[in-house]
């Protein structure tokens, strides 16, 4: 920026000039505080080992070995695992390795792996679920079709994986308390800090710190409470920090999820009925489950909270619909006839957001569908979805423009296009993924972005949430795999968990559409496009339809 421009200067037409983000200097400099960073007075640091079973107790423990290790102050139990308290993080960890531990496991979650999950998911599908949106006559849309078809997707469970681990600092003081958290909600971790001293959350002040990735997983709380309940055994300012391990084997994971689809076209190759059905866990019970606290008065006694609560998995077990679990599975598109349906399928492995939520497997199942009808019909994938798109016309524009200058139909000698459209978070989203797939690897090349997420006030902030949603959403299509057996989480650190190395970062072209429409999202919706995108370029590279995640050649 020209030393004579002032800030006035930049901002001054909204929409058309990046402004200065308003933390590059300190994350440049190293300056910005991460909750990792905290250091304050008499810090302690803590490291706690937990049941291999999330939700699982102590039954007994042996913590000699444990208490001669040079800097450890104390080894502790909480509600949920074995702490030890030492000068120095290294030492904490160090020290646990030795501490033995008796577990009790929770028998809702130990019985399960992820074939038996996925077996369960599967046997729901054939049940009647719980109707979600109905529109037109889906029954009599398939008795006057032409031509039907049905498929069968799948999705996952995934971690977070942020770049920094889960950490707290609490410093309880009498009937007062302070803490300092990479949060996504500060009033969420005050009532869990309140809930784990005792303490009136009035009385507690949360200090939110940069966050070294979030997604979703930093709206749940479970690193304050643990932090909360050392403090108050030890009776000392406490650092709880997370190895790697500790983070990918107890998240709130991304529901897995599966669904079945059936569409009815006519003669003319138009969707005349469409009918989806999903079967996976909710995220809203845990949510319920963690934020209930928050939401009633504080004179409500804490026994209450806590059965009231619990109370949340039974009403969305056949009753009540996450919205979460349905989003984007009928809205994209016009068909007169359409009709969702829910199955509850919860093992127990506890569930919360992940980037972009539903959308994150509901867009790879409803535009994978949509270019194996494509295929069926003889159209082309891009006219096909142009086609069933005359009530939502923003989402057409995108598409047409993502298409126009990814170059549609004329892919380079060995490259081969995909294409994918989603609305999510108020946002048009659409993708063209360029691949080629030679001796059975897949390599993305390009992926051209075109985005309406009306009035851009600073478009490098949109560019470069683009480019963040796709790399992000690549590293699940590719990669992303949370696997169970006996009721625990196999994989524990980027070894056996990859994410998208920066060599396998393709090169990005993002279109802003220029609306006056009013802001919208722009954190989440680049990614629910880009698996889908992907998978139908290697379809159209080899022939081969991928309906499941991540995404693997044969």
């Not at 290790?69 to 160090?94: C, M, P, R, T």
């Not at 990735?213 to 050392?230: K, L, N, Q, S």
């Not at 957001?353 to 199942?365: E, I, K, L, P």
């Not at 006056?516 to 995108?533: D, H, Q, W």
Request: net charge negative.
């Amino acid at each position: 920026r020209s030393p004579s421009r002032g800030l006035g200067d930049v901002y001054k037409r909204q929409g058309k000039n990046s402004g200065p983000r308003v933390d590059a200097i300190a994350k440049v400099t190293g300056t910005a505080e991460f909750g990792i960073d905290v250091e304050i007075p008499n810090l302690k640091r803590a490291a706690l080992k937990r049941c291999p079973v999330i939700g699982g107790t102590v039954k007994s423990f042996n913590p000699a070995s444990a208490q001669s290790v040079d800097g450890v102050h104390q080894v502790i139990e909480i509600y949920n695992g074995v702490a030890v308290l030492a000068d120095h993080y290294w030492q904490a960890k160090k020290a646990l390795e030795v501490v033995e531990v008796e577990w009790e496991y929770p028998e809702t979650l130990t019985a399960h792996s992820t074939e038996t999950i996925e077996k369960a998911m599967e046997e729901a599908l054939a049940q009647e679920g719980e109707n979600s949106f109905t529109q037109g006559d889906v029954t009599l849309g398939f008795s006057q079709a032409e031509s039907t078809l049905k498929a069968r997707y799948k999705a996952p469970f995934l971690a977070h994986a942020t770049m920094e681990p889960m950490n707290c600092v609490v410093h309880l003081q009498g009937d007062r308390a302070q803490v300092w958290a990479p949060t996504q909600a500060p009033g969420l971790a005050q009532q869990i800090a309140a809930e784990r001293s005792g303490i009136d959350r009035d009385n507690i002040q949360v200090h939110t710190t940069f966050l070294g990735g979030g997604f979703g997983r930093r709206a749940f709380h479970d690193f304050v409470a643990e932090a909360t309940a050392i403090a108050k055994v030890t009776g000392v300012p406490v650092q709880l920090v997370w190895s790697r391990e500790d983070d990918m084997q107890n998240d709130y994971f991304r529901p897995a999820a599966m669904a079945e689809f059936e569409a009815g076209l006519d003669d003319q190759g138009k969707l005349v009925s469409w009918s989806a059905k999903r079967s996976g866990p909710n995220i809203m019970p845990y949510m319920i489950d963690e934020a209930l606290g928050m939401l009633l008065p504080e004179a409500v006694p804490q026994g209450i909270v806590e059965w009231m609560s619990k109370r949340g998995y039974g009403v969305f077990d056949g009753w009540q619909i996450d919205p979460a679990s349905v989003e984007g599975l009928h809205e994209d598109y016009t068909v007169a006839n359409k009709s969702v349906d829910h199955v509850t399928v919860d093992p127990g492995l506890r569930c919360g957001y992940w980037r972009s939520v539903g959308h994150s497997f509901s867009g790879f199942f409803v535009e994978s569908f949509m270019d194996e009808l494509a295929v069926k019909t003889g159209q082309d994938p891009l006219a096909f979805r142009l086609n069933h798109m005359d009530d939502n016309p923003r989402l057409k524009n995108v598409l047409k423009l993502a298409a126009e200058r990814a170059g549609w139909g004329q892919a380079k000698a060995g490259r081969f296009l995909g294409i994918a459209a989603v609305k999510s978070f108020e946002s048009f989203v659409a993708e063209v993924a360029e691949v080629s797939v030679e001796n059975g690897k897949l390599t993305v090349h390009k992926v051209t972005c075109a985005v309406d997420c009306g009035r851009v006030v600073n478009p490098d902030i949109v560019r470069t949430q683009m480019e963040s949603g796709i790399n992000y959403g690549l590293t699940a299509a590719l990669y992303g795999d949370i696997t169970i057996k006996d009721g625990a989480v196999q994989q524990s650190n980027f070894h056996d968990y990859q994410v998208l190395r920066m060599n396998e970062s393709p090169e990005i072209d993002v279109i802003l559409v220029d609306s006056e429409e009013p802001p919208t999202g722009v954190g989440e919706p680049g990614l629910p496009p880009i698996a889908p995108a992907v998978a139908n370029a290697v379809y159209a590279a080899t022939g081969q339809r991928l309906r499941s995640l991540p995404l693997k050649l044969s």
